[in-house]
């Protein structure tokens, strides 16, 4: 079986993992972690970075330190893995599900501005209150789908306007770009990513905060690290233990040092399965925005206009012919722990979430089984 996505270790990371061993640095301490976090800085433009457990404990972290508290309201796309929403629920806030706009699968500017001024009005103290419900409006979460970035500059001016704080879920986008440069340049006070198993670099599990606010990545780390003052056991906060640990770093460093080429070899199959879609009458390519260019981290087709029938029997398909191909997130509106949140949709999360069909693009794969996983499609094609 191609399988859709997996970890690509030929660098150093044997050698740093044995270096951990030897100097016993196995757990929290150890050199490799703040080598992570400054190599990941730099790689993305922040002035400031703090590496975490996972990126979901990542998102949770940020909500706390921008002041995300019980009952609060955090708008989020509709259109996003899990763990966008999870993270807001387990500040015990509430997510306030947009839909993403039909073009580029991120959270729809235009949709944020409407949804705001129609339920929302600000107190005198600034807050912004859901007026239906009293509660307040505590961030703004946009996601940066397929690595592919929002329209930060629109969302980070609707936010300023609300004086909302924007968080952004970068999770699967480090190598992004917007508007020509790393993302470090956009205005979101924090930006979160993940290097779990099946993102553009893996830690093994792992997260990281980053921004260019210095006082609040101080309470960042803070919060992070136990919300211990000082060496001695003096805790002022409910803070977590979500650490990341020398070992994940370690892989981290030495999957950094491969960046460049990962994301080569993903931009280069991201543009093949785009040019064959192309060229395919009833198959579309994946979103692409003129603000951003991804980092490929999923390329694959868009099924626009498919029945569910006709998908399902292509996947059945390609898993009959040894290629992995699974349809993408479910939107969170569907899910059953978010089925009475708050919602603005406009139905392009439910026309087009089954229709997002990701092929194998591990940094891996070779040429010759992305032509068999594009000769499968086409004989797909042909006999149906
Ligand atoms: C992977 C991912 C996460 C979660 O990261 P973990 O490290 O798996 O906790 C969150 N949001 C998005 C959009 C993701 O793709």
Redesign the pocket.
């Known amino acids: 079986m191609i399988p859709l996505a997996i970890p690509n270790m030929v660098g150093n990371e044997g050698k740093y993992l044995a270096k951990c061993i030897e100097d016993n640095f196995v757990s929290t301490v150890g050199p490799f972690v703040s080598e992570f976090e400054n190599q990941l800085a730099k790689a993305t433009d922040f002035q400031h970075a703090v590496v975490t457990s ?4 990542a ?1 949770h972290a940020g909500l706390v330190a921008l002041g995300v508290d019980t009952n609060d309201l955090v708008i989020i796309p509709s259109l ?2 899990i ?2 929403a999870n993270s807001v629920a387990h500040c015990k806030a509430i997510p306030w599900l947009l839909d993403v706009a039909k073009d580029t699968w991120t959270l729809d500017p235009e949709l944020l501005e409407q949804a705001l001024e129609e339920n929302c009005e600000r107190s005198v103290d600034g807050i912004t209150i859901y007026k239906a419900t009293g509660q307040r409006v505590s961030a703004i979460m946009p ?1 940066y789908a397929m690595g592919l970035a929002p329209d930060m500059d629109r969302i980070c001016d609707i936010a300023e306007k609300w004086g909302i704080p924007v968080i952004a ?1 970068a ?2 986008a480090l190598g992004t770009t917007y508007k020509g440069k790393p993302i470090g340049s956009t205005r979101a006070a924090l930006t979160v990513m ?3 198993g099946n ?1 553009i670099i893996t830690s093994g ?3 990281a905060l980053l921004s260019n606010d210095k006082a609040l990545m101080d309470s960042v780390r803070h919060l992070t690290n136990t919300a211990r003052k000082g060496p001695g056991y003096d805790h002022d906060v409910v803070g977590f233990n979500y650490r990341m640990t020398n070992i994940q770093a370690a892989v981290g460093v030495a999957q950094l040092e491969n960046l460049e080429m990962f994301l080569t070899a993903k931009r280069t199959i991201g543009h093949r399965y785009a040019e064959a879609a192309n060229d395919l009458e009833t198959i579309a390519p994946f979103a692409t925005a003129p603000w951003s260019e991804g980092n490929y981290w999923f390329s694959g087709i868009f099924l626009e206009n498919w029945e569910s029938e006709k998908i399902a029997k292509l996947s059945a398909y390609f898993k009959d012919n040894g290629v992995d191909a699974r349809a993408f997130w479910k939107p969170i509106h569907l899910q059953k722990p978010y089925l009475h949140a708050p919602t603005n949709l406009t139905g392009v999360s439910d026309s087009i979430w089954e229709r997002i069909l990701p092929l194998p693009c591990s940094t891996q794969l070779t040429v010759d089984e992305q032509s068999h996983v594009l000769e499968t499609l086409k004989n797909f094609l042909s006999e149906n």
């Open positions: 996972q990126g979901t404990t998102l996003t893995f763990a966008t996601v879920d999770a699967a993940s290097f779990n993102k599990g792992g997260g």
